[in-house]
């Protein structure tokens, strides 16, 4: 098992910048491939980016790309998303997710929603124009 706690977000400007951190404890954060989705109201929980268990892999989203960043500390036990040039529309609340402990690859990231089995209470984001 293991335990998220996503902290980092909060009302910005269009234009400004956020970082999300995320804290998971219980089982060792280094065995889990990563993940940040976003949920806006009316809409479906969406992928933002993704990190292998290892780090050196990550995936982003068409919406985010150039201007968003994941990485991980896996000394710190962090995970981070660090948010660049914000619009309106990345108004959502943000989830940490883990993968089941059965996609063990160490050099893979996971986009579905399905593949995450463990996900933090959310942390909202609020762009205003």
């Known amino acids: 098992q293991v335990q998220l706690v996503e902290s980092g977000g909060g009302l910005v400007q269009a234009g400004d910048s956020l970082r999300l951190s995320c804290a998971p404890s219980?089982?060792?954060?280094?065995?889990?491939?990563m993940g940040w989705f976003r949920q806006a109201p009316g809409k479906e929980r969406e992928i933002v980016a993704a990190?292998?268990?290892?780090?050196?892999?990550?995936y982003y989203a068409d919406s985010v790309k150039g201007r968003f960043a994941i990485s991980r500390g896996n000394a710190k036990n962090t995970l981070y998303l660090q948010m660049n040039s914000l619009q309106p529309k990345a108004t959502a609340v943000y989830y940490c997710?883990?993968?089941?402990?059965?996609?063990?690859?160490?050099?893979?990231?996971?986009?579905?929603?399905?593949?995450?089995?463990?996900w933090g209470q959310g942390t909202q984001v609020t762009v205003s124009s």
């Open positions: 997710a883990a993968v089941g402990t059965s996609y063990t690859s160490r050099s893979t990231y996971y986009t579905r929603v399905e593949e995450y089995a463990y």
């Open positions: 219980g089982r060792t954060f280094s065995s889990y491939a």
């Open positions: 990190i292998s268990r290892s780090g050196n892999r990550t």
